[in-house]
């Protein structure tokens, strides 16, 4: 009897030590988190960086995976009825659906929160980010053009990501005539001149109009004028927004193209074919292609082939005929990766797990997995694959693979660049990435002292030019194949003021008019190039 009422005791006591514990569980504030599904992520509930930050902020963390074919559809119904909305969404940092403008009408109908108040109150991480990575106007572009900032930020960049219309050449071709890489246009139109006599059956230079930066005269215009691809060829010069496309430097840079043309230099196909075919040319057997642009060598040419890629090697920028040699940046924007609804009983907490998770710590577990197993800091003499000290070396290679160690970035994270760009290089010098940052390298430090990096837009603002905005695009790129080709005569000054007049029957004037006012609401908020 005496041993049963002892083991009682001892029963008692074990439920009275463990109750604690289960009422701290069934206590903490339970977030419901939604976000597109993702093939990568093995199972939330037992995810190590989920179990982290629960860890480190008490909170329990839900999530519900919407289907990633309809997830934006699903968010936008969510939305506009004010139903069943979580407390936040995470991992729409791709879609449309919360950039600028858009999120602003959303903060304006009261579906979502701003956040600018919160990261003054409580944003220890985010505020260390702004002043940290300065140079990025992180802030200024999280801004809405009401002042409101609505999201929480995903961002990453490096130098390959900010320099993306790249030049390849084929290194066996020069090699055979004797040739360094061209530094002038004058004497990359010869070099392809020497190409066409060395290979006959060969093609000089092609590119496709079917995929994002891979038409070489996207990168030669730089030579004679800044062409911004990646703003509508927006200029700036002493704070006033300009236009490329009429200034007499693009006709310059079009007699250019017009030449190598009309010398048979730049294939006609360039004008017809699709990036499959591109890259069929790049890949060929019978090594057939001289010159071509890609934003990075392995999408063009095959990454598990080094005989394939190290046929190439990267172009810098070219000086032209006036002395000019401009490089075309692309400011990577932060993306809204993290965004608190207005069903959130609980902002406060919410703002604290999404400013929790852009601090150093977070950002390397949230992308790298765990300290000793799957990364550590780079050791002494390891060299990155800019010729840089290294910061950080893989040990287990978790992206794009299934595993169960990070959330793939699809909530609020920050890739530093002294990380991203800093992984130990592992010596091969056909490795993709490698052969990216050495290119990248040629174009660093070249872009104009003054560029725009990202317009923001009321929603009214972007309604009056949306439509004008994508009809200029594609009137320019329909012209200048039209002048590259002959369809238009670009010595003809009949037919160049022509082209002109286009321009104001599709409304350039008040998208001109509406950019300036974006960029002047920027304040000092200035985006300079070096």
């Known amino acids: 009897m005496r041993r049963i009422m002892l083991f009682f005791v001892m029963l008692c006591g074990l439920t009275a030590c463990s109750a604690p514990d289960k009422a701290e569980r069934d206590d903490r504030i339970t977030i419901r988190l939604a976000a597109p599904q993702n093939a990568y992520i093995e199972d939330f509930d037992t995810n190590l960086y989920k179990l982290w930050l629960e860890e480190q902020t008490d909170l329990n963390l839900e999530m519900e995976w919407l289907p990633a074919a309809d997830a934006e559809q699903s968010v936008k119904l969510a939305l506009s009825t004010g139903a069943n909305l979580p407390d936040a969404y995470i991992g729409f940092g791709n879609h449309q659906i919360f950039t600028n403008p858009n999120i602003q ?68 071709w020069l090699d055979a005539l004797e040739l360094e890489v061209p530094a002038t246009t004058a004497e990359f139109a010869d070099t392809l001149r020497a190409f066409k006599r060395l290979r006959p059956d060969g093609i000089p230079m092609a590119g496709t109009e079917d995929s994002y930066s891979k038409q070489p005269y996207d990168f030669l215009f730089d030579a004679f004028i800044y062409n911004d691809v990646n703003n509508s060829r927006l200029l700036l010069e002493d704070g006033v927004v300009s236009f490329a496309p009429v200034r007499d430097e693009w006709r310059d840079a079009l007699r250019y193209m017009r ?16 990036d499959q075919q591109l890259k069929q040319m790049a890949n ?31 172009v810098g920028p070219l000086v032209g005929p006036d002395g000019i040699r401009l490089s075309t940046i692309f400011m990577p924007d932060p993306m809204p990766n993290g965004v608190i609804t207005s069903a959130c009983e609980h902002p406060e907490e919410v703002f ?78 056909t490795d993709g990435e490698y052969m990216n940052a050495q290119a990248a390298l040629l174009q660093n430090g070249l872009e104009p002292e003054e560029y725009i990096d990202t317009l923001i837009y009321t929603p009214d603002e972007d309604a009056r030019i949306g439509s004008a905005r994508a009809e200029v695009e594609a009137y320019v790129r329909a012209s200048v194949i039209d002048f590259i080709t002959g369809g238009r005569e670009i010595s003809d000054d009949a037919a160049w003021r022509e082209y002109l007049r286009g321009f104001e029957t599709l409304g350039l004037d008040e998208f001109l008019t509406v950019a300036q006012t974006a960029w002047d609401r920027r304040g000092n908020n200035r985006q300079i190039g070096k």
């Not at 572009?141 to 050449?169: E, N, V």
């Not at 010159?291 to 990454?303: E, K, L, N, R, Y």
């Not at 997995?369 to 287990?396: L, Q, V």
Request: glycine share 12%.
């Open 105 to 172: 009408r959303y903060g304006e109908q009261g579906v979502i929160i701003p956040v600018d108040g919160l990261i003054e109150q409580y944003g220890t991480n985010t505020k260390k980010l702004f002043a940290e990575l300065r140079e990025y106007n992180i802030e200024a572009l999280m801004t809405s053009a009401d002042g409101h900032i609505y999201f929480m930020p995903g961002f990453s960049s490096s130098t390959i990501t900010k320099y993306r219309q790249l030049m390849w050449i084929n290194k066996g």
């Open 259 to 274: 030449g190598l043309y009309d010398e048979g230099l730049y294939s006609p196909l360039s004008f017809v074919q699709d």
């Open 284 to 314: 060929d057997a019978g090594d057939i292609l001289g010159v071509f642009a890609s934003p990075g060598i392995t999408m063009t040419v095959q990454q598990n082939s080094p005989e394939m890629i190290e046929r190439y090697t990267g």
């Open 352 to 429: 604290r797990l999404f400013d929790l998770m852009l601090s150093e710590e977070a950002c390397l577990m949230g992308r790298y997995g765990t300290k000793g197993e799957d990364w550590d800091f780079a050791g002494e003499g390891e060299i990155s694959i800019y010729g840089t000290p290294a910061t950080i070396r893989i040990i287990n290679q978790l992206w794009n693979r299934s595993q169960n160690k990070h959330l793939c970035q699809i909530g609020p994270y920050v890739s530093r660049p002294k990380f991203s760009g800093g992984v130990t290089w592992g010596g091969s010098t």
